[in-house]
Antibody, heavy 127, light 106 residues
Framework: QVQLVESGGGVVQPGRSLRLSCVASGFTFSSYTMHWVRQAPGKGLEWVAVISYDGSNKYYADSVKGRFTISRDNSKNTLYLQMNSLRAEDTAVYYC????????????????????WGRGTLVSVSS | SYELTQPPSVSVSPGQTASITCSGDKLGDIYAYWYQQKPGQSPVLVIYQDSKRPSGIPERFSGSSSGNTATLTISGTQAMDEADYYCQAWDSSTAVFGGGTKLTVL
């Protein structure tokens, strides 16, 4: 079954850290870029970070740059988001999402969209 | 930073056509993507590369883009189409979402 399952959310005090995980199954995880997208309660979607298929390239939203780190372990089919110095405004449901497919034969990416989403994990930053 | 602007809400009667716009600087020069999100659910891709439908998305969903505006059109809108819709584009290697449009079918 093709799916993404996030975990690691919870209630955390401001300034503390939390690590989210996303386990992929049913597809070749190591061939896809992966993203984190978040949604604050009652608000819209906000893209957070992306990591290339092999982990060599990472990009972040300005709102989390320097505080969050995206990483992956292709041997475990797992995506991570290390969140440090958490703030109240980081409170949100965090989704992992599958991005572009890297065709190793051509060296090109294709499918620059989010075609598979997890169910999300809630992070609540509160004292 | 790049911004995408959507109307907060759109209303449509069942069976009629709903149009949701997304505006951004020279948006017609880059691809737009559309996602549907129903309450309590994860987003679902409904349109990619301006006008293409993923497998499993009904034909009543269509998209277009020109100038500074991309448009999601739902023909013969059904009650099940009531949801939040988000446009999305790429600004270099970062993704940008519009603020979302709540589609009400009444």
């Amino acid at each position: 079954q093709v799916q993404l399952v996030e975990s690691g959310g919870g209630v955390v005090q401001p300034g503390r850290s939390l690590r989210l995980s996303c386990v992929a199954s049913g597809f070749t995880f190591s061939s896809y870029t992966m993203h984190w997208v978040r949604q604050a309660p009652g608000k819209g979607l906000e893209w957070v970070a992306v990591i290339s298929y092999d982990g060599s390239n990472k990009y972040y939203a300005d709102s989390v740059k320097g505080r969050f780190t995206i990483s992956r372990d292709n041997s475990k089919n797992t995506l991570y988001l290390q969140m440090n110095s958490l703030r109240a405004e980081d409170t949100a449901v965090y989704y992992c999402a599958r991005g572009a497919y890297y065709d190793i034969l051509t060296g090109y990416y294709r499918g620059w969209y989010f075609d598979l989403w997890g169910r999300g994990t809630l992070v609540s930053v509160s004292s | 930073s790049y911004e995408l602007t959507q109307p907060p809400s759109v209303s449509v009667s069942p069976g009629q056509t709903a149009s949701i716009t997304c505006s951004g600087d020279k948006l017609g020069d880059i691809y737009a993507y559309w996602y549907q999100q129903k309450p309590g659910q994860s987003p679902v891709l409904v349109i990619y590369q301006d006008s293409k439908r993923p497998s499993g998305i009904p034909e009543r969903f269509s998209g277009s883009s020109s100038g500074n505006t991309a448009t999601l059109t739902i023909s013969g809108t059904q009650a099940m189409d009531e949801a939040d819709y988000y446009c999305q584009a790429w600004d270099s290697s970062t993704a940008v979402f519009g603020g979302g449009t709540k589609l009400t079918v009444l």
